[in-house]
């Protein structure tokens, strides 16, 4: 039996009986090469530290620390605020400050998990305490942190870049802008709705143009970094990774000196979750690429490649069949797996036959990222339901309305490339 045939059906039983993700890899992986006899054990060190041997790879840790530094500096409150003063007085008011709430504070995370669990959790509680359906609460966090890994700056992103080198972080970073605008917008159009449904009434105090002024100026330092990040990176003055540490810095200045709300006691426990995160972060990236190393020294992804061509496929007609395939696989494995796995194999098909491959990038990226919302494996499930003590059946029944939103989108951002390819040209990136 061949090593990649021992490879995929020992990934599938380990997922069948509850390994973790990244540990199933590892150990699929390690099952393959014993059983297959044709490589020594070694390959599975070598390879897992190779895929976490890479410059552009630093940025990862950097960014996560950056958003624990905005998160310990009041950032969520002031972002609630300075949502909450635009739309919290309309009709679902609380459910749009969720939306726009969570969509700012993607541009600093660039985690959906990040984003449900801490500003998420404190958005359910708010609602909650506003007449909303705990359940409904749930469901809306957890389809509006799916902005998390599309809003730059985004981990997966990241990752992406270093699976394909026909796209640069930046490029990505700045092709997420209009698509993350647009999963925001599907998300208000699904609280209106929802909202007159069941007469979600928002808060009768509309604020006064100073209180606007006021709350706007206080959070204008967390709106920047996102700004900070992407006009640096466009103007040469540093690297995606450069960046990364400029956004710790300015996290850093801005919750000790501009909000003074960041204590240097609370600056160790910052670091520790930070290094919590990054190493689960890391743990699935390195076992996917030794992962990934078996799939394509056993030449998987050449046949893959070939027999996909073979089928003569125009671009619409192999998205079609793309976006059913990577929509069944992220229900099973999560993004950054999903992603060092799959883009080496479908990235050179897609560029063979003509497809952008900036385009193709951010449809692989959402796809993935919507298996996080979906059953069994879905992350954000588990993490809002946690949160809201909701029965997971009940959020699921909740959740309808928002996955067809999200397939709507996913359809605009298939079959109108522009969405995705508009801004990297604009600006210049390539």
């Keep these: 039996m061949s090593a990649s045939l021992i490879l995929l059906i020992s990934v599938c039983v380990y997922l069948a009986i509850g390994v973790p993700v990244a540990f199933a890899l590892g150990l699929a992986t390690l ?42 500096g009041s950032l969520t409150e002031v972002l609630l605020k300075f949502a909450g003063q635009f739309v919290g007085h309309r009709r679902g008011g609380l459910g ?17 998990l ?83 449904q069941r007469n979600y009434r928002g808060d009768d105090a509309v604020p006064s143009g100073a209180e606007i002024l006021r709350t706007t100026w206080r959070a204008l330092p967390a709106i920047l970094l996102p700004v900070l990040i992407l006009g640096g990176m466009r103007a040469g003055w540093y690297t995606p ?60 992804p050449q046949f893959m490649a070939n027999w996909i061509s073979a089928q003569n496929l125009s671009p619409w007609a192999f998205l079609i069949v793309l976006n059913v395939f990577l929509l069944i696989f992220g229900i099973f494995i ?43 494996v879905g992350g954000l499930l588990f993490v809002t339901s946690n949160v809201a003590r909701v029965p997971m059946v009940d959020l699921t029944r909740e959740l309808r309305p928002f996955l067809y939103a999200h397939g709507v989108v996913l359809v605009l951002l298939t079959f109108v490339p522009v969405l995705s390819t508009w801004a990297p040209r604009a600006l210049g990136f390539k």
């Design 31 to 72: 099952t393959a090469l014993g059983l297959s006899g044709n490589f020594p054990l070694i390959v599975l060190l070598k390879e897992t530290f190779t895929g976490i041997d890479s410059f552009p790879l630093m940025a990862v840790p950097f960014f996560i620390l950056a958003a624990e530094l905005m998160s310990g």
């Design 96 to 112: 749009y400050t969720n939306v726009v709430s969570l969509t700012f504070f993607s541009g600093i995370s660039g985690s959906a």
């Design 114 to 196: 990040a984003d449900a669990a801490g500003p998420g959790s404190m958005l359910i509680r708010m609602m909650d305490k506003a007449g909303y359906s705990r359940a409904y609460a749930a469901a809306l966090t957890a389809s509006t942190a799916i902005v998390g890994p599309i809003i730059p700056p985004s981990i997966i992103m990241i990752i992406y870049a270093l699976a394909d080198d026909r796209v640069s972080v930046g490029s990505l970073f700045v092709a997420g802008i209009v698509p993350g605008i647009l999963i925001a917008l599907a998300m208000c159009v699904v609280n209106w709705q929802v909202s007159r």
């Design 241 to 300: 990774t450069e960046a990364s540490v400029v956004a710790v810095f300015y996290a850093l200045l801005c919750g000790k000196y501009v909000y003074r709300t960041l204590t240097w006691r609370a600056v160790p426990d910052i670091l520790w979750r930070s290094a919590l995160l990054t190493a689960s972060v890391l743990i699935i990236i390195g076992m996917s690429a030794s992962f990934a190393w078996v799939l394509t020294i056993e030449g998987v």
């Design 334 to 376: 999560e993004p950054l797996p999903g992603i060092m796995v799959l883009v080496p194999i479908l990235a050179p098909v897609a560029a063979k036959i003509g497809i952008d491959p900036i385009h193709f990038a951010m449809v692989v990226i959402y796809n993935l990222t919507l298996g996080m919302i979906t059953p069994p």
